[in-house]
T-cell receptor, first 111, second 112 residues
Framework: GQQVMQIPQYQHVQEGEDFTTYCNSS?????IQWYKQRPGGHPVFLIQLVKSGEVKKQKRLTFQFGEAKKNSSLHITATQTTDVGTYFCAGLPSNTGKLIFGQGTTLQVKP | NAGVTQTPKFQVLKTGQSMTLQCAQDMNHNSMYWYRQDPGMGLRLIYYSASEGTTDKGEVPNGYNVSRLNKREFSLRLESAAPSQTSVYFCASRVKGNYGYTFGSGTRLTVV
């Protein structure tokens, strides 16, 4: 079946270090979304990417959508303790209307 | 606005018991979804409703039923709970089109 794989599963960084999580789909995606889930909380929508090669920024967060629309990344510059949580990508395959979530990357930040 | 409201927040069931998880949204969204979240598995779609009056199976529908009662409410029913259904259940909604989902705060269900 269609899958969205996300790596790494866990990442521990020192506060101030950068962090990147990667997302790869087995099929071409219409769009990809990113969510953040704080410990004990619920997923919160961050952003949606639609165009091939698209790059969007939100303060210290940079989101990229690959040229082939099969992969994406989220990069956080100079992490802060408030960045702690699990980051999920979610892809919408071109041939279905069902969003498929990656397994998530859990980020821990040491102060 | 309350967004997406789920009840209950916590529940413990015995194997074989039944229960209904309630979800309501006040954003006039067309589509509603039920997901389960298990460690290391991400979010898996159980059922969804693209619009009032329609429901469709997702990735893991076995053991569940749903009802789209009206545009606001989408309930998930476990007819005979099993330990494998121990999970965190999230309801979500979105406006028509490719926009981000709004999630409820979740129901933490334990089946013993």
């Amino acid at each position: 079946g269609q899958q969205v794989m996300q790596i790494p599963q866990y990442q521990h960084v020192q506060e101030g270090e950068d962090f990147t999580t990667y997302c790869n789909s087995s099929t071409t995606l219409s769009n990809i979304q990113w969510y953040k889930q704080r410990p004990g909380g619920h997923p919160v929508f961050l952003i949606q990417l639609v165009k091939s090669g698209e790059v969007k920024k939100q303060k210290r967060l940079t989101f990229q959508f690959g040229e082939a629309k099969k992969n994406s990344s989220l990069h956080i510059t100079a992490t802060q303790t408030t960045d702690v949580g699990t980051y999920f990508c979610a892809g919408l395959p071109s041939n279905t209307g069902k969003l498929i979530f990656g397994q998530g990357t859990t980020l821990q930040v040491k102060p | 606005n309350a967004g997406v409201t789920q009840t209950p927040k916590f529940q413990v069931l015995k194997t074989g018991q039944s229960m209904t998880l309630q979800c309501a949204q006040d954003m006039n969204h067309n589509s509603m979804y039920w997901y389960r979240q298990d460690p290391g598995m991400g979010l898996r779609l159980i059922y969804y409703s693209a619009s009032e009056g329609t429901t469709d199976k997702g990735e893991v529908p076995n053991g569940y039923n749903v009802s789209r009662l009206n545009k606001r409410e989408f309930s998930l029913r476990l007819e005979s709970a099993a330990p494998s259904q121990t999970s965190v259940y999230f309801c979500a909604s979105r406006v028509k089109g490719n926009y981000g989902y709004t999630f409820g705060s979740g129901t933490r269900l334990t089946v013993v």
